[in-house]
């Protein structure tokens, strides 16, 4: 989750983490990051300490361990920042001045994500339940009713991605810059032949609904 209010820097580290491999969630302010990191429980977030609106990255930081522990990576305008971060002792795991290297970040994430992967394990169930369908994220297998279902690599994302939004209305470019990432270049009816697998695979424990002119929405 990046969260983050200068456009320019935004798309540069969205763009990099994606080339990299992660699914990239935004916002431009701190009330709307933490709806969004409600909602989508992301791995780790990249908080932008000067934040325009009510909440600033350091009270949106405050929040975020008041109810979690969840990896917080900060950005700062200067130096001098991050020494008063450190004096708030708010408990983020890392912090970079900008201007950074979008590389250098990757590596912190990747650093921070080694160390909290752990924990985070322990405390986040791998395995996300809808119905009679289990999903193993971290095994990456399905069951129906406790039977395996083969599914191929990407109806395997699809489904994770769909069950990770459970109860939301997707449209096709969501669901294609989510599972097929944001440069895949292609006609919007591979969703629909994927979902069609899906269907066909997961029969009717599969509450899948085509929602007219959007997209899809997993119940
Ligand atoms: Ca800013």
């Known amino acids: ?29 701190g009330e709307t990051g933490l709806d969004r990191i409600k909602q989508h429980r992301p791995k780790l977030v990249i908080l932008d300490i000067g934040l325009s609106g009510e909440l600033d990255g350091i ?62 394990r322990a405390t986040q169930p791998p395995i996300l339940n809808i119905r009679e369908i289990e999903v193993d994220i971290a095994r990456r297998e ?29 449209s096709r470019r969501q669901l294609l810059d989510g599972v097929w990432g944001y440069d895949w270049v292609g006609d919007e009816r591979t969703v629909d032949v994927h979902v069609l697998q899906l269907r066909k695979k997961l029969g009717d424990a599969l509450k899948l609904t085509t929602v007219r002119g959007v997209g899809y929405r997993l119940d």
Do not use: H, W
């Not at 405050?62 to 708010?90: F, K, N, V």
């Not at 039977?147 to 997707?170: H, K």
């Open 1 to 29: 989750m990046l969260v983050e209010d200068d456009p320019n820097i935004a798309s540069l580290v969205d763009m990099y983490l994606r080339q990299e491999g992660y699914r990239v969630y935004q916002a431009v302010d």
């Open 59 to 120: 009270e949106m930081c405050r929040q975020l361990r008041a109810a979690s522990d969840i990896p917080i990576i900060m950005l700062t305008a200067r130096d001098s920042e991050i020494d008063r971060i450190l004096g708030l002792e708010l408990g983020a795991d890392d912090y970079m001045t900008k201007p950074f290297s979008p590389r250098e970040l990757v590596a912190r994430i990747r650093a921070v994500l080694r160390r909290t992967d752990g924990a985070a």
């Open 142 to 170: 399905v069951r129906l009713g406790g039977d395996p279902v083969s599914l191929t690599t990407r109806e395997f994302d699809l489904l994770q991605y769909l069950a990770e939004n459970l109860g939301l209305a997707l």
